[in-house]
């Protein structure tokens, strides 16, 4: 067997599958929508049966359902930077929540679309850069960004300010600190301003104005994500539930799954922050049916490539179980776990009249391969060391060889790593652990661990993962 990372571009774009648009043709627009700890099954389309979402199984219904696509990581920041730089954990910048950030000489898939003559838009969480820093969103190609820069601030959906570029946006929300991230987190104990119908408001809002040319939206919603801080843990959250209680009213039940109210969920004999959590969906779910209406509305439905999907697999935080309503579907582990309950993630795809309506692929891919996939679609070359490829051909129903490649998972020191290889994925806690192997065809629940009977697998991926990081640059 052997081994080899597949990339697209340069010389080799055209051998990718797809052609720039005819001169005098419209650019498609692009839009990435992606929710926040949502999992694999979560939605309808993918197995759910007690959570109603019924715009996003419409949205599959109508474009592709991709059942073996995976995030770029287990948690948040990580995995964004793989989707915004194309390049995997043990190569892109950001490899831990925390990290300072993108540097100016990242290149994202936001700075290459704004080349090209698209009007870019980040709408909700970012996480790779705070705005005194080079990895600020407006520094790193976008033209428009209304929502959180860092993961903490994100985790309160009644937050004091939200960000307008680099400016505050104050709300009405009255907030009890939380002792991390700065003070940006917290419990609020006045709720006036839902930052998720803020956030949508600014979508609808910045789609109309920019409706007549071609433009990519990265809309990263924060839903289902927990508020932390509002859970509860041994000891208190932080600041913890014990200071807060008294005013939670009505919100007390849902602990950390915050939002307005518990919708037609209200009356179901579950737990509160059960309750909370599907609410979170289906209001989602809601506003992506708003979505599609405005794109219909503006007359560019036709013309719009639109992804969803999630930054990682189902969380287990503000008093959400994972397990209540089988988030993580067939699959083992949720997230920051690296088997694939952790990161394999719902994507569906909607391209009218090029992404055929109904159709289910089990073509693997990964976050990494959405920057050159964009490049092959428009034609333009990208960045050296990109670890992703076109998956051009699999958007549009083609038949596209799935070819001999590692999709990777990892980039700590001294951590956990994964590999997806074909049918293989492998998994270790640390570099000086056994490797375990597994057989996704037969075992999606990565129960059986086959290693023993696979020496020579084991030892293709053990030679993979000695070259697979490179040194962090400096800051």
């Given at each position: 067997?052997?081994?080899?990372?597949?990339f697209?571009?340069?010389?080799?774009?055209?051998?990718?599958?797809?052609?720039a648009?005819?001169?005098?043709?419209?650019?498609?627009?692009?839009?990435?929508?992606m929710?926040?700890?949502?999992?694999y099954?979560?939605l309808?389309a993918y197995g759910?049966t007690?959570?109603?979402?019924?715009?996003?199984?419409r949205?599959?219904?109508?474009?592709?359902?991709f059942?073996?696509?995976?995030?770029?990581?287990t948690?948040?920041a990580?995995s964004?930077?793989?989707?915004m730089?194309?390049?995997h954990?043990?190569?892109?910048?950001?490899r831990r929540n925390g990290?300072?950030?993108?540097?100016?000489?990242?290149?994202?898939?936001?700075e290459?679309l704004?080349?090209?003559?698209?009007?870019?838009?980040?709408?909700?969480?970012w996480?790779?850069?705070m705005?005194?820093?080079?990895?600020?969103p407006?520094?790193?190609?976008?033209?428009?960004?209304?929502?959180?820069l860092?993961q903490?601030?994100?985790?309160?959906?009644?937050p004091?300010?939200?960000m307008?570029?680099?400016?505050?946006?104050?709300l009405?929300?009255?907030?009890?600190?939380?002792?991390?991230?700065?003070g940006?987190?917290?419990?609020?104990?006045k709720?006036?301003?839902?930052?998720?119908?803020l956030?949508?408001?600014?979508?609808?809002?910045?789609?109309q104005?920019h409706?007549?040319?071609?433009?990519?939206?990265?809309?990263?919603?924060?839903?289902p994500?927990?508020?932390?801080?509002?859970?509860?843990?041994?000891?208190?959250?932080?600041?913890?539930m014990?200071?807060?209680?008294?005013?939670?009213?009505?919100?007390?039940?849902?602990?950390?799954?915050e939002?307005?109210?518990?919708?037609?969920?209200?009356?179901?004999?579950?737990?509160?922050?059960?309750?909370?959590?599907?609410?979170?969906?289906?209001?989602?779910?809601?506003d992506?049916?708003?979505?599609?209406?405005?794109?219909?509305?503006?007359?560019?439905?036709?013309?719009?490539?639109?992804?969803?999907?999630?930054d990682?697999?189902?969380?287990?935080?503000?008093?959400?179980?994972?397990?209540?309503?089988?988030s993580?579907?067939?699959?083992q582990?949720?997230?920051?776990s690296?088997h694939?309950?952790?990161?394999?993630v719902?994507m569906?795809?909607r391209?009218?009249?090029?992404?055929?309506?109904?159709a289910?692929?089990?073509?693997?891919w990964y976050?990494?391969?959405?920057?050159?996939t964009?490049?092959?679609?428009?034609g333009f070359?990208i960045?050296?060391?990109?670890d992703?490829?076109?998956?051009l051909?699999a958007?549009?129903?083609?038949?596209q060889e799935q070819?001999d490649?590692?999709?990777?998972?990892g980039g700590?020191?001294?951590?956990?790593?994964?590999?997806?290889?074909?049918?293989?994925?492998?998994v270790?806690?640390?570099?000086?652990?056994?490797?375990?192997?597994?057989?996704?065809?037969?075992?999606p629940?990565e129960?059986?661990?086959?290693?023993?009977?696979?020496r020579?697998v084991?030892d293709?991926?053990?030679?993979?993962?000695?070259?697979a990081?490179?040194?962090?640059?400096?800051?």
């Open positions: 067997m052997r081994s080899v990372r597949f697209c571009g340069l010389a080799v774009l055209a051998a990718c599958g797809g052609e648009p005819e001169p005098g043709t419209s650019k498609p627009n692009i839009v990435w929508i929710a926040d700890d949502l999992g099954g979560d309808g759910q007690q959570i109603q979402t019924p715009h996003l199984d949205m599959a219904a109508e474009g592709i359902r059942t073996d696509v995976y995030a770029g990581f948690v948040c990580p964004r930077s793989v989707l730089t194309g390049q954990t043990g190569h892109t910048r950001v990290s300072p950030g993108l540097l100016d000489a990242n290149v994202t898939v936001a290459l704004k080349e090209q003559g698209y009007a870019t838009a980040l709408i909700g969480k996480g790779l850069g705005e005194d820093s080079p990895g600020a407006w520094r790193q190609g976008f033209d428009h960004f209304f929502g959180y860092s903490g601030h994100a985790h309160n959906y009644y004091q300010f939200l307008r570029m680099a400016d505050r946006v104050p009405g929300n009255e907030v009890v600190p939380s002792g991390r991230y700065n940006m987190s917290g419990v609020a104990v709720r006036v301003d839902y930052a998720h119908d956030l949508m408001e600014e979508t609808l809002d910045w789609l104005k409706a007549s040319e071609p433009f990519f939206l990265y809309l990263a919603l924060t839903i994500h927990a508020n932390n801080q509002a859970g509860t843990r041994e000891g208190g959250g932080d600041p913890g014990q200071n807060v209680q008294a005013d939670l009213g009505a919100h007390r039940e849902r602990i950390g799954m939002v307005p109210d518990a919708g037609i969920y209200a009356g179901k004999d579950w737990p509160g922050p059960q309750k909370g959590t599907a609410a979170m969906i289906s209001y989602m779910d809601a992506i049916g708003r979505l599609f209406d405005a794109l219909k509305r503006h007359g560019i439905d036709e013309n719009t490539l639109v992804f969803f999907t999630s990682n697999g189902p969380h287990k935080e503000g008093g959400n179980d994972p397990f209540f309503f089988d993580n579907g067939p699959l582990g949720y997230k920051r690296l694939d309950g952790g990161i394999r719902p569906i795809v391209w009218p009249g090029k992404a055929p309506a109904g289910s692929s089990d073509f693997v976050f990494a391969d959405f920057l050159p964009v490049a092959d679609l428009l070359e960045p050296e060391a990109i992703g490829i076109s998956v051909p958007l549009t129903g083609a038949r070819g490649r590692f999709l990777y998972w700590t020191a001294g951590n956990a790593e994964a590999v997806r290889w074909g049918r293989w994925k492998a270790r806690e640390g570099p000086e652990e056994p490797l375990e192997l597994f057989d996704l065809t037969v075992d629940g129960e059986n661990n086959v290693a023993a009977e696979n020579a084991v293709a991926v053990r030679q993979y993962l000695d070259r990081v490179t040194p962090l640059p400096a800051d």
